[in-house]
């Protein structure tokens, strides 16, 4: 009796605290909806021009309207950015996770992996501070950029740095999981064991090394600081990959301490926090779909 009195205690503060997340969401999530609609509602501007538009000049009045809220710029930054910290990253995380799992499992195991995972609790004002003193100059100084480094090859640089982390734990832990049979039946066979990996290994674990990159995209697209002392925050398209531009994260950091609580400029950035919320969702939907594809496809082999 008293036991099974332990255990519905121990169930219901988990299913009260699982409730209580799902709640926390839900609750986040309607209200970045009511405040991020006011753009579309309340000063009837249209989610084309919001989305499709690089004229920014809301007004920043309550109850006044009239301006222009494209957010084109915005959005075009944080694709670049993010797209180019992606592309650093990957193949580095992905070569250090095989590195870890399978070239040197244990200094991977008990050193490597440890030493990564450190890295994913630094703040990221000291990954800003490290790219504005050292990165940002070499920048300057090396490919004679405009605006003294501040550019997008900084801020996908700091965040590739940032992602890395995330990315190449996940990818190992994926990796780690693929059984040893497949390793030694590819062996039977006369693999190599680069064969075995490229062939075997990666393919097996592909579901979960998606799911790590995708996991690295959404940090990617929700920092904010870090990016911010980096990207030079110029409200202009980048011509190239040393021009400083904007993106979602900075002008809500930026501006939104700054507008006047209900104004059109106000609204528009609410708005942007709410396409980032919608980002986050999409991104979290991939990531149940690949672990639904991954487990049919499971299935099928048994």
């Known amino acids: 009796m008293k036991n099974f009195r332990r255990e519905l205690a121990g169930r219901s503060l988990v299913t009260l605290c699982g409730l209580f997340l799902i709640i926390l969401t839900v609750t986040i999530g309607v209200f970045l909806v009511v405040r991020g609609s006011g753009t579309f509602v309340t000063y009837h501007h249209s989610v084309a021009e919001f989305l499709f538009s690089s004229e920014w000049s809301p007004v920043d009045t309550a109850g006044e309207g009239g301006g222009k809220v494209g957010a084109l710029i915005y959005i075009v930054g944080s694709l670049v950015t993010c797209g180019l910290g992606m592309l650093i990253a990957v193949p580095f995380s992905i070569a250090a996770a095989i590195f870890i799992t399978e070239i040197s499992p244990e200094a991977g195991t008990k050193v490597f992996q440890p030493a990564i995972e450190i890295f994913v609790g630094i703040p990221s004002v000291v990954y800003g501070w490290i790219g504005l003193t050292i990165l940002v100059p070499w ?164």
């Open 139 to 302: 920048i300057r100084d090396t490919f004679h950029a405009k605006m003294g480094g501040y550019s997008v090859l900084a801020a996908g640089i700091v965040l590739a740095v940032m992602i890395f982390p995330t990315i190449t734990t996940v990818a190992a832990d994926a990796i780690r999981s693929v059984p040893d049979s497949y390793r030694k039946a590819s062996y039977g066979l006369g693999s190599t064991r680069w064969q075995m990996i490229w062939h075997i290994v990666l393919p097996a674990g592909l579901p979960g090394i998606l799911t790590g990159i995708i996991l690295g995209l959404t940090r990617a697209f929700g920092e904010a600081l870090a990016v911010a002392m980096v990207i030079g925050k110029t409200r202009a398209f980048p011509k190239d990959i040393l021009s400083p531009t904007n993106n979602l994260t900075a002008a809500i950091a930026a501006d939104m301490g700054n507008s006047a609580n209900g104004g059109e400029q106000n609204m528009a950035l609410w708005s942007m926090g709410l396409l980032l919320f919608i980002i986050s969702i999409i991104c979290i939907i991939l990531i149940h779909l690949i672990s639904f594809w991954n487990k049919k496809k499971t299935g099928m082999q048994a």
